[in-house]
């Protein structure tokens, strides 16, 4: 009898946790209750069961409704984990850019990276092709495009007394840097990758930053820039 009192009460808790699962999937996909669907998004992203673009989803939800609310800093948080989870994800692109419009931060014109690179100890420069494209993959398949795609990027950034070109994107490092022999840029101007100038900022040598894998030599620019 105890045998079949304790298989009762098993199958009687895992039919609780199932509804519970349920209704917590539930609570996050509706969008009648912004409270409610913040508390079962939260709940799903608490219990462990969820990974990839399932849980992506999960933040995703989470932040339309915290945005729906006003809340668009805790809305973003939740729109960059959903992309951290999955890239591909693109409502929370589009979620995430029109909470960044709201708070000032306008899509075609960002500040993250301004603001990081004054963190960083750097002077950003205003510039009208900070968010034009340098041609990416082209850059294998139709290269002639690329080059002039990434030559008119330089050239913009040279005409507004930058220095030096910093991304975050390993694909424009690629082809604002390796290819400026190609283009034909005279002079050169150094590109650098976000985390190189990082670890500058945090004491480390430049072999820590790879400054010698570029092509166009940074170290020279840099040496006249720190102290």
Known sequence: MR????????????SLTALA????VEDCVQERDRELQIGGCTAVI?????????LGTAYNNRGIAYADLGEYRQAIEDYDQALRLDPD?????YNRGNANSVLG?????????????????????????????????LGVSQTP???????????????CAAEAVVTMCPMCHINLDARQPQI???????????????????GLEAKAAALEKNVIDPQPL?????P
């Not at 994800?89 to 692109?93: E, G, P």
């Not at 495009?145 to 005409?159: D, T």
């Open 184 to 202: 034909g840029l005279d002079p050169v101007m150094p590109v650098l990758h976000a985390t190189q100038l990082a670890a500058l900022a945090f």
């Open 46 to 54: 608490r219990s462990g069961q969820y990974s990839g673009r399932n």
């Open 105 to 137: 931060e306008h899509p075609e014109y960002p500040t993250r990276m301004d603001d990081l690179l004054r963190a960083l100890g750097a002077d950003p420069v205003d510039w009208s092709y900070k968010t034009e494209c340098c041609g990416g993959a």
């Open 222 to 226: 840099l040496a006249a820039k720190v």
């Open 21 to 24: 699962r349920a209704g917590m």
């Open 3 to 14: 045998l079949l009192s304790l298989i009762a009460v098993i199958l009687f808790v895992s």
């Open 145 to 159: 495009i690329a080059l002039e795609m990434s030559r008119k990027v330089l050239e913009n950034a040279r005409e």
């Open 89 to 93: 994800l693109a409502n929370a692109y």
